[in-house]
């Protein structure tokens, strides 16, 4: 009879090396530490030497912070994934910058929502982050200096543009001064512990549509509920009974509910755009993003359109996006918002732009800022 092959299996380490091991992580954390409390002093250092009396916000350059990122991910050889080392890069400057006071940040609120988790994934946690009701009262903190910046979101990849936020630059002297690209991970959640137990899912309409398949598949015949957030989604699985939220998982530790089914959306490449809006324009920092407001006189004139491209075609600047709006002065007259790749302050770029600007009735450089760090 034939014997039976067993697998085998690592002996598991000797005491005496796990604890040598353990020692030698003991010694890099003290290093560790040692550099990162030199790396806040030579912050403090950075600010001395701008102004004895200037705020947090004077000393904060998205730009710096974009090029450091870059270098991180750049030299990474693992074993650690190139998204946790930036989450660690993030954090650090977000504390080192913090040492004197926080940033004050406004956002889309309530806590909770996606666009929450853009604030923390660009900022790091070391803000005092501002839940505001509506991207109207965002614009407002910033223009009156009662927030350093603020976040709100401009598009979708699979619903499209925030036109509110675009509408908003019509009337506001605020610049872009960043941007944020989150992949949105939708995830069911409740106090219950099985689907079966589930009445009526309520959520934004948005990631009600993004969840389509998922729910015909998995909850079909279950009532769908639209409410004005995630965040008001969750709020309300935690306190009626049979009702569960789809909403992102910060939503989740806000309101301490169980995470039912992870990552339903019916697209994996599902990601929503946010701007960071400041009172200034910044530096270039290498690979940047342009945001433009422009009209013509009569944008229902012959070639009127192809006016405003040829330069930008001519000086070879690269344009990724353009929405055209109601400009609010008269009826059926539009104005353009065009994305170009590459910095205001760069010589294409500044060739293309000034070209651009005498043949256009309206031009604004809303900004020139940092391409999204992923």
């Not at 989150?182 to 948005?206: E, K, Y």
């Not at 699985?237 to 939503?251: P, V, Y």
Request: charged share 25%; glycine share 6%.
């Amino acid at each position: 009879m034939a014997r039976k092959k067993h697998k085998s299996r690592a002996a598991p380490a000797p005491r005496a090396d796990v604890d040598e091991v353990r020692g030698r992580i003991d010694a890099v954390d003290e290093k560790i530490h040692g550099l990162i409390n030199e790396r806040a002093r030579l912050a403090q250092l950075v600010g001395i030497s701008k102004a004895q009396d200037g705020h947090t916000v004077d000393f904060y350059r998205p730009e710096r912070e974009a090029q450091v990122l870059r270098a991180a991910r750049a030299r990474n050889a693992g074993p650690l994934r190139d998204a946790e080392v930036l989450r660690l890069f993030r954090e650090i400057m977000s504390a080192c910058l913090a040492q004197q006071e926080p940033l004050k940040v406004a956002f889309l609120g309530p806590e909770g929502t996606f666009t929450q988790t853009a604030v923390l994934n660009h900022f790091g946690h070391s803000v005092r982050a501002l839940p505001l009701a509506s991207i109207d009262e965002v614009f407002h903190e910033v223009e009156a200096a009662s927030a350093d910046f603020g976040v709100v979101p401009i598009e979708n990849s699979t619903e499209g543009t925030v036109n509110h936020t675009l509408d908003r630059f019509l009337t506001s002297p605020l610049k872009i001064c960043g941007e944020v690209e989150l992949r949105v991970r939708h995830h069911l959640m409740g106090t219950m512990s099985t689907l079966a137990n589930i009445v009526r899912v309520c959520s934004h309409p948005q990631s009600l549509a993004q969840c389509r398949q998922w729910l015909e598949e998995h909850l079909p015949g279950i009532e769908q509920v639209p409410v004005s957030s995630n965040a008001e989604g969750a709020r309300r699985a935690r306190d009626e009974q049979g009702s569960a939220a789809i909403a992102g998982e910060t939503a989740a530790e806000v309101y301490g509910l169980k995470v039912l089914a992870a990552e339903i959306e019916d697209r994996a490449d599902n990601t929503t755009r946010f701007l960071v809006l400041g009172r200034k324009l910044f530096a270039p920092s290498g690979e940047d993003r342009t945001t433009l407001l422009v009209s013509v006189g009569h944008t229902d004139a012959p070639g009127a359109l192809y006016r405003l491209l040829e330069p930008l075609a001519r000086h070879r600047v690269s344009l990724t996006r353009i929405e055209s709006r109601p400009s609010r002065r008269r009826k059926w007259d539009y104005v353009f918002f065009m994305d170009l790749e590459g910095h205001a302050d760069e010589p294409h770029v500044a060739r293309a732009l000034a070209a651009l600007k005498k043949r256009a009735s309206l031009f604004r450089v809303l900004g020139s800022y940092p391409r999204a760090v992923q």
